[in-house]
């Protein structure tokens, strides 16, 4: 079991940048899988990108290619999401999850019940 806490959100104007952490404690945090999702008001939770345990592969919604990066420091027991070139519908409050999958996750990562461990969240507003 891991306990996830968030960071690094806040108000930026569009075209910055922001990185956000996700912080763990418990279990040993490389073991598992991490996934970034976002959901904007009125909207559903969104997964824009994962890092798989282990062999440390990626993936990210088309949405964010390219502008996104996510990365682990198993040493820190945090995983981060680089977000650059912000725009206005990035705006959205950014959850991290963790699930000890490995396997199916070409179809699984950007679905939220794939993940069982949850934070809380950290808003992130991007101005025009």
């Known amino acids: 079991e891991v306990q996830l806490v968030e960071s690094g959100g806040g108000l930026v104007q569009a075209g910055g940048s922001l990185r956000l952490s996700c912080a763990a404690s418990g279990d040993t945090f490389d073991s598992y899988t991490v996934g970034w999702f976002r959901q904007a008001p009125g909207k559903e939770r969104e997964g824009v990108s994962c890092?798989?345990?282990?062999?440390?592969?990626?993936y990210y919604a088309d949405s964010v290619e390219g502008r996104f990066t996510i990365s682990r420091d198993n040493a820190k027991n945090t995983v981060y999401l680089q977000i650059n070139s912000l725009k206005p519908e990035d705006t959205a409050v950014y959850y991290c999850a963790a699930d000890l999958i490995q396997y199916g996750l070409n179809s699984r990562w950007r679905y939220p019940n794939s993940y069982t461990y949850w934070g809380q969240g950290t808003q992130v507003t991007v101005s025009s």
């Open positions: 890092i798989r345990r282990k062999d440390g592969r990626t």
